[in-house]
């Protein structure tokens, strides 16, 4: 045997030299446990993908038909914080004078065409006063002095009310119905009138978030149709993620329509799960879809490629969703509006990650030969050139991290100086509020003189 040539049995027994082509290669590690269990699970969403659609489409479909009455019990988002100076202060009101109740309103009149002082004005408010004082959730009434240069056409009377927050919420709408109805009446409809107060203030509010909301998804879901085109190239591997999103919102909405038979529901939680449940959406579908293509380029079939882009990039999306669970931490603070930011939240994260796991692999598997559909122009760059300019940027990157990093961080904190201005308070958006009969009062009660 020559000198400096080593031999070695095979595993089969056989000799063969080193470095040959008979010499065993190294064994590829194995996937995790975890990673495993995603690409099983994607695997059989692919398979059965019939069935897969069927169940998110009967969720879908169920949610839908919860959301009128989702809609009906949607209270606006709580105010108070146990154990505040101004629930401590509201406490000792109610007990020293329980007659102003837990809360204070102002009833405000108008008129165009009376003064304050006439007759049909004072009868429309005598009438009012009346009504209201014989409900059982209504206090004291007391009517408040005009004030020199305050508008002739307007006047107010302090209302306590009684009941705890949601209570007083759900009671509004019938005491301003009864209100308006009895200054109507009494006045020919020549004198009107409104409540003024921290409830229905924040009623309506919710009522224009409701309306925000209807103008962001008109806005948005399109503005996102066009980018996912532009960025993925077709108008078929568009579709997913947006079908992912949709079915995502719908149930997540229905979850939270269920959960509004065990606690209260208010409209920012609506808000927050649909827009959490869009951009959770489309993230999460996007890194399984671009994970799916290219398994599909190095020749697996639909249905292993689906299980290997659940495998990889499912890991990233069970992990992302795991932080954004963690908000459910969140529940044990003993402030209301926390807690239902926070189950709004786990809803959300949980509803659309179970969604992209199973519904977007039988999405791919079935329109796999449909993803390439509407192809896009390609730029006059090519493809070629783009991925090496990407690949350009991430190289010089990875060269300087430091100051890479050095950069984003004074960009972060530069982004962050106006929380230095904040200032904690009760707001009320006047802008959002304008319009409304609510607006108006409080327009014409901040001319009158009296603080607030």
């Known amino acids: 045997m020559p000198v400096g040539v080593r031999r070695r049995r095979s595993r089969h027994g056989g000799v063969a030299a080193a470095g040959s082509p008979a010499a065993p290669r ?3 590690g194995h996937p995790g446990a975890g990673a495993a269990a995603l690409g099983r699970l994607g695997r059989a969403a692919a398979r059965r993908g019939r069935l897969v659609l069927a169940v998110w489409l009967f969720l879908a479909a169920g949610s839908v038909m919860l959301l009128p009455g989702l809609m009906q019990r949607l209270a ?5 914080v146990p154990g505040s100076r101004s629930a401590a202060a509201a406490a000792m009101i109610a007990r020293g004078l329980p007659e102003l109740g837990e809360e204070q309103m102002l009833l405000a009149f108008a008129s165009a065409r009376l003064d304050a002082g006439e007759p049909r004005f004072q009868q429309a408010m005598a009438a009012t006063v009346d009504t209201l004082a014989a409900r059982q959730d209504i206090g004291a009434l007391l009517p408040l002095p005009e004030i020199d240069g305050g508008h002739p056409g307007h006047a107010y009377v302090l209302s306590g009310v009684h009941g705890d927050e949601l209570t007083r919420q759900r009671n509004l709408p019938d005491q301003l119905a009864s209100a308006r109805q009895a200054a109507r009446d009494a006045s020919a409809g020549a004198v009107s009138v409104t409540i003024l107060g921290v409830s229905r203030a924040f009623a309506q509010m919710a009522h224009t978030d409701m309306a925000d909301l209807r103008s962001m998804e008109a806005v948005t879901v399109p503005v996102a149709a066009l980018l996912l085109v532009f960025g993925l190239g077709t108008v078929g591997a568009a579709v997913v993620p947006l079908v ?15 959960a509004g038979t065990l606690v209260p529901i208010d409209s920012t939680m609506l808000t927050y799960t649909v827009t959490m449940s869009l951009g959770l959406g489309l993230d999460y579908t996007l890194l399984i879809l671009l994970r799916y293509r290219q398994a599909r380029r190095a020749g697996l ?3 292993v490629a689906a299980g290997r882009a659940t495998a990889t ?3 990233t999306v069970a992990w992302c969703g795991a932080v954004v669970v963690t908000s459910c931490a969140l529940l044990v603070v003993g402030v209301p509006w926390a807690r239902s930011l926070a189950l709004a939240g786990t809803l959300a994260a949980l509803v659309t990650l179970a969604a992209a796991l199973t519904l977007g692999p039988a999405l791919l598997a079935r329109l796999d030969r449909r993803l390439e559909w509407g192809r896009m122009p390609r730029w006059r760059t090519g493809r070629g050139t783009e991925r090496r300019a990407w690949l350009r940027g ?5 060269r300087r991290p430091r100051r890479y990093a050095v950069a984003a961080a004074t960009a972060l904190l530069l982004a962050a100086a106006p929380v230095l201005h904040l200032r904690l308070g009760l707001h009320y958006d006047r802008d959002a509020l304008a319009g409304t009969d609510i607006g108006a009062g409080l327009a014409s009660w901040s001319g009158t003189g009296w603080p607030g």
């Open 26 to 28: 190294p064994q590829q």
């Open 76 to 80: 606006p988002p709580s105010l108070e």
């Open 244 to 258: 992912v999103g949709g079915a995502a919102i719908m149930t997540g909405a229905g979850a939270l329509a269920v």
């Open 301 to 303: 079939t639909p249905v």
């Open 313 to 315: 990039a499912g890991g």
């Open 394 to 398: 991430a190289e010089h990157l990875m």
